[in-house]
C-alpha cells in the first residue's frame, strides 16, 4: 500500500518559518517526480512547488518563490518544504503529491484549478496556520 504522510505543520505567526515533511512507503520513492499542492480555507486547490526525481530541477509558484524551499531525501524517502517568511495567505492545508510523467506546471498555468486526478499519490495533508 503506498502512503504519503506528511507532517511538520502547525500555527506560527507572520514572519515565521516552518518545515514540512512527507515521508513515503509502498513506492520506490526515488523515481517519482513530487510536488507540494495546498488548499486555502474555502479555495480550490493550489500547486506550489515542484521537485524531480533526483532533486536536481525545481520550481515554484510565483506567490512563494524566494520564500520556500523544495528539498528531498531519496535514502530517507522524504521530501521537505521549508517555508519561510510566513505570510497569512500561506494558510492553508498542504498535500505531497507523486506526479505524473509530465510535471503538472510545465503544462499548466501555475493558478490552473487542480483535480484529484491532476496527480498520481496524494498525502492526508498537514494544517499550516499563519496568525498573530
Known amino acids: 500500500e503506498v502512503q504519503l504522510v506528511e507532517s511538520g505543520g502547525g500555527l506560527v505567526q507572520p514572519g515565521g518559518s516552518l518545515r514540512l515533511s512527507c515521508t513515503a512507503s509502498?513506492?520506490?520513492?526515488?523515481?517519482?517526480?513530487m510536488s507540494w499542492v495546498r488548499q486555502a480555507p474555502g479555495k480550490g486547490r493550489e500547486w506550489v512547488s515542484y521537485i524531480n526525481s533526483d532533486g536536481s530541477s525545481t520550481a515554484y509558484t510565483d506567490s512563494v518563490q524566494g520564500r520556500f524551499t523544495i528539498s528531498r531525501d531519496n535514502a530517507k524517502a522524504t521530501l521537505y518544504l521549508q517555508m519561510n517568511s510566513l505570510k497569512t495567505e500561506d494558510t492553508a492545508v498542504y498535500f505531497c503529491?507523486?506526479?505524473?510523467?509530465?510535471?503538472?506546471?510545465?503544462?499548466?498555468?501555475?493558478?490552473?484549478?487542480?483535480?484529484?486526478?491532476?496527480?498520481?499519490?496524494w498525502g492526508q495533508g498537514t494544517q499550516v496556520t499563519v496568525s498573530s
Open positions: 509502498g513506492l520506490r520513492f526515488s523515481i517519482y517526480d
Open positions: 503529491v507523486t506526479e505524473f510523467a509530465s510535471p503538472w506546471h510545465l503544462y499548466h498555468d501555475h493558478h490552473s484549478p487542480i483535480s484529484t486526478s491532476d496527480f498520481g499519490y
